[in-house]
């Protein structure tokens, strides 16, 4: 029997490569036949979670709650050293300066990436903007939300932090920056699902320790990640909680 | 039990009332004019028990409260109730989570120094094994055109 596993759509495009490494990791140490099916968007992937194909996950926080409550999935680890955050900027040469001087009616350029957008909105929120009072414009990538403001088709753009961060040099001095999220307990986590259940803690153990010998240091690299630390259950519930404040 | 607020820790000019906390006592407390802005980007978040009895606070918590962790955990929420908020916000706030729904509404929170800040404040049930344990309240940065509305309002609902 083969276990299927994906990772939440909004990965970085320098991290494909990663995941298949990854997953072979993984059906080596573990002695899963385990197959690596990757989603174009995040309603492609809800579909197959809601049909009950997927057993292990890389999850936006976003699905946390749906994967828990609603299909039994249990966490197992998530990245150490990293959290979800989320960055408001405009042009470099734009007069705004604070989110409170935005007007209702400005274009808004987002992923699909649901936890940044809701955090980048929960931001905006302080400027009296809301669904409602914008426009907001789908993008594919990080750097083509950096280029619709440099091009001045969008007004305001929602980038995950970590891919602001990694933007070009030049493309930043172009941008200004109004926020910066520091909410720190959001965070993606890989979760396991109720065919795969029974080998909870041993999966867990072989992750966590993944980072003691160099092959799986080098696999954990090519994810852009230094470790793995464990998520408790309850930790677990405590974001879903968050989130669920968060959801407008 | 919450202790009457200390003068020691007061900062400025401050005014004085006495706080009916329901089922919590009283609470004499000292405030002033003094407004914290609500710090860009960050969540203040806390969970309590059942009975509103604080379990756990994040860092942005403890500078915007003014107090140390200590002092916090264990303590009820009340700690920051302000003069200036109706109790019928509280009121509805405990209506709602007691029916297992969120609660949202825009609340003035009263320092340890005396001073105070407004939040937007979240308020959910935390079920576990269908059992409510407690609450989460996530508080985030209000919108200045609600604050005002809000500095508007208050005052006629007591």
């Not at chain 1, 759509?9 to 002695?31: A, V």
């Not at chain 2, 609500?38 to 969970?47: E, Q, R």
Request: charged share 25%; proline share 4%.
């Amino acid at each position: 029997m083969s276990y299927i596993f994906t990772v939440s759509p909004d990965f970085s495009p320098d991290h494909l490569s990663g995941w298949y490494i990854f997953n072979t990791w993984l059906q080596r140490q573990s002695g899963e036949a385990i197959h690596l099916e990757l989603y174009d968007n995040f309603q492609a992937q809800r579909t197959a979670i809601q049909a009950n194909k997927i057993d292990l996950i890389y999850a936006n926080p976003f699905d946390a709650a749906m994967l828990v409550r609603e299909k039994g999935f249990l966490p197992l680890v998530r990245a150490g050293n990293t959290s979800d955050e989320a960055i408001i900027a405009v042009s470099a040469d734009s007069s705004v300066n604070d989110v409170a001087e935005l007007l209702p009616g400005i274009n808004v350029a987002v992923t699909e990436d649901p936890d940044v957008h809701m955090i980048g909105m929960i931001m905006l929120e302080a400027g009296d903007l809301d669904a409602g009072n914008i426009n907001t414009r789908f993008y594919n990538s990080q750097v083509l939300i950096a280029k619709s403001l440099l091009q001045g088709e969008a007004d305001v753009g929602i980038f995950l932090a970590k891919a602001f961060d990694d933007l070009s040099n030049l493309t930043k001095k172009q941008l200004k920056i109004l926020v910066r999220s520091q909410i720190s307990v959001i965070h993606h986590s890989l979760m396991i699902g109720p065919k795969l259940a029974g080998r909870r803690d041993e999966i867990q153990a072989l992750l966590l320790a993944m980072n003691n010998d160099d092959k799986g240091k080098s696999v954990l690299n090519s994810l852009g990640f230094d470790t793995w630390i464990k998520v408790e259950d309850e930790e677990m519930e405590f974001m879903i909680d968050l989130m669920d404040t968060l959801i407008i | 039990m919450l202790s009457d607020m200390k003068l020691e820790d007061i900062v400025g000019d401050y005014k004085e009332s006495v706080l009916d906390l329901y089922g919590n006592g009283s609470r004499k407390v000292f405030y002033t004019d003094i407004e914290t802005p609500y710090p860009d980007g960050k969540l203040i978040v806390s969970t309590t028990d059942k009975a509103g009895v604080i379990t756990h606070v994040n860092q942005s918590f403890i500078e915007m409260s003014g107090y140390t962790e200590d002092e916090l955990i264990g303590m009820p929420h009340s700690i920051l109730r302000h003069p200036d908020m109706p109790s019928a916000a509280f009121k509805d706030l405990w209506d709602t989570v007691n029916r297992g729904k969120k609660w949202q509404g825009f609340v003035k929170n009263l320092r340890k120094d005396g001073g105070y800040y407004w939040v937007k404040a979240t308020v959910i049930p935390n079920i576990r094994n269908g059992q409510v344990v407690g609450y989460t309240s996530v508080r985030r940065k209000p919108s200045r055109t609600k604050v005002n509305e809000c500095i508007q309002l208050y005052p006629t609902l007591f």
